[in-house]
């Protein structure tokens, strides 16, 4: 009797907790509403089977309890129950598998209006590219990664001189607009993932995944790795900056292209070479004199 109550109270427990409880996920910020619905498709049928089980363990362990002179029967086949049992659990497999199936391919048909932002993820830190003003992203190849071009940006592709390279700062997404997210990883296994967005993917090194989201409200949400990618993969962490159109367009226009940033780390080298004086206008002025430090004696 007391096991009976005992189980009882765990589906009535188990039952209040999952309705009271304060952990719940946060509001959603983008409009994969369809992945909220999947997952309370499938709270309902593993909820379901959980309270039918517990309630005919405790109506078992009532009905079948030890009397003197009662005796158990051997009953190792049954055909009628065992085809209940496998259509029961079929129907309930393929309506937890299903649903998931339709979303996940909503979920990486980019629509064909959709910006295109790429991430990269690397050891232990977030970084992104937008394809600046042409709205195509240069090629890039991981081989020609160097501290003066950290996306490792084709410097002869004419579509990557103006890509906007946002790197240790936030990500800034406009409202409202479809985006296509493109993922890349330098190193190891990554997983970009902004619970408000209820959108996750793994970045894999050699290849980039995507898919795509609108963001449908503004704030700062969390982007978390959720990959163990390594001993900081906790502090592999950023801030996704959702902006109504005016704020984004004026935090676009502050931010540096793939040209700017590899003139500036170009000036920058000839200045630590001592081979050039700073004039604001990039160093064009020629110097007439190049001396060779090894020698510091004048070379032709
Ligand atoms: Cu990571």
């Not at 509001?27 to 309630?55: K, Q, R």
């Not at 946002?166 to 800034?172: K, M, P, Q, R, S």
């Not at 050699?206 to 001993?231: H, M, N, Q, S, Y």
Request: hydrophobic share 45%; glycine share 8%.
């Amino acid at each position: 009797m007391v096991v009976a109550v005992i189980l009882i109270l765990i589906v009535v427990g188990s039952v209040v907790f999952h309705f009271m409880s304060p952990w719940w996920w946060t509001p959603i910020a983008s409009n994969w509403g369809y992945i909220d619905d999947t997952i309370i498709i499938t709270f309902w049928i593993t909820g379901t089977v959980f309270v039918a089980v517990i309630l005919f363990m405790a109506y078992c362990v009532l009905k079948f309890q030890h009397k003197e002179g009662r005796r158990a029967t051997y009953e190792p086949e049954n055909k009628k129950l065992e085809w209940w049992l496998t259509g029961l659990t079929a129907i309930g497999v393929a309506g937890m598998l299903a649903p998931g199936l339709f979303v996940w391919n909503q979920y990486v048909s980019v629509p064909e209006d959709a910006d295109v932002v790429e991430v990269l993820g690397q050891q232990w830190q977030w970084s992104y590219r937008y394809p600046g003003e042409d709205g195509v992203l240069g090629t890039s190849d991981a081989r020609l990664i160097d501290s003066d071009n950290p996306f490792g940006v084709n410097p002869n592709d004419p579509n990557g001189q103006d890509d906007i390279l946002v790197e240790g700062d936030d990500l800034h997404l406009p409202i409202d607009r479809p985006v296509k997210m493109l993922l890349r990883s330098i190193d190891v296994l990554h997983d970009f993932y902004v619970p408000q967005f209820r959108a996750k993917m793994d970045l894999v090194p050699g290849a980039v995944t995507f898919f795509w989201l609108t963001p449908t409200r503004t704030g700062a949400f969390d982007i978390l790795c959720a990959e163990l990618c390594g001993t900081g993969h906790h502090i592999m962490r950023g801030t996704v900056i959702v902006d109504n159109a005016a704020e984004y367009d004026e935090w676009m226009s502050e931010q540096e292209t793939f040209a700017e940033l590899a003139a500036r780390a170009k000036a920058e080298e000839k200045q630590q070479a001592g081979l050039g004086t700073p004039t604001g206008d990039g160093f064009e002025k020629k110097v007439s004199l190049v001396v060779n430090e090894d020698t510091a004696k004048p070379i032709q």
